[in-house]
């Protein structure tokens, strides 16, 4: 029984540090709020960070800056496609040219004008 109750015990202190139910938890919470951040962000970087309040809004604001930086290199990829398919045009069923086919025919000597339109 000793065993049980010690794994219970173990067991609803590990809850408890997953759920925001307490008065004190909540003002954590509304603190983060007041600073501008989501309820779902705020709530999910509390229960990472051990309620602490803290470490939760530097865990919002390194994630944020991931997330922005992973758009920049998604447009930037974008806009560097845009440039090549400008530069180099389409293939004469309308299909955009293949970049690692032109750089094959670009290594083998020709120029890219050339393959770009060879392909």
Same mark, same amino acid.
């Given at each position: 029984?000793?065993?049980?109750?010690?794994?219970? +015990?173990? &067991?609803?202190s590990?809850?408890?540090?997953?759920?925001? +139910?307490?008065?004190?938890d909540?003002?954590?919470?509304?603190?983060l709020?007041?600073?501008?951040?989501?309820?779902?962000?705020?709530?999910?970087?509390? #229960?990472?960070? /051990?309620?602490?309040?803290?470490?939760?809004? +530097?865990?919002?604001? &390194?994630?944020?800056? #991931?997330?922005?930086?992973?758009?920049?290199?998604r447009?930037?990829? %974008?806009?560097?496609?845009?440039?090549?398919?400008?530069? %180099?045009?389409?293939?004469?069923?309308?299909?955009?040219?293949?970049?690692?086919?032109?750089?094959?025919?670009?290594?083998?000597?020709? /120029?890219?004008?050339?393959a770009?339109? &060879?392909?």
């Amino acid at each position: 029984i000793h065993d049980a109750r010690s794994l219970l +015990t173990k &067991a609803e202190s590990l809850r408890s540090s997953l759920v925001l +139910t307490s008065d004190e938890d909540n003002a954590r919470l509304s603190e983060l709020l007041r600073m501008g951040f989501g309820r779902q962000e705020a709530r999910a970087a509390l #229960l990472s960070c /051990d309620k602490d309040v803290s470490r939760a809004a +530097t865990r919002i604001l &390194a994630r944020r800056e #991931l997330e922005e930086a992973a758009a920049a290199a998604r447009q930037a990829e %974008v806009e560097q496609r845009r440039q090549v398919d400008d530069l %180099v045009g389409r293939c004469e069923d309308g299909k955009k040219v293949s970049l690692p086919r032109l750089a094959q025919l670009e290594e083998m000597g020709y /120029d890219r004008p050339v393959a770009a339109e &060879a392909l």
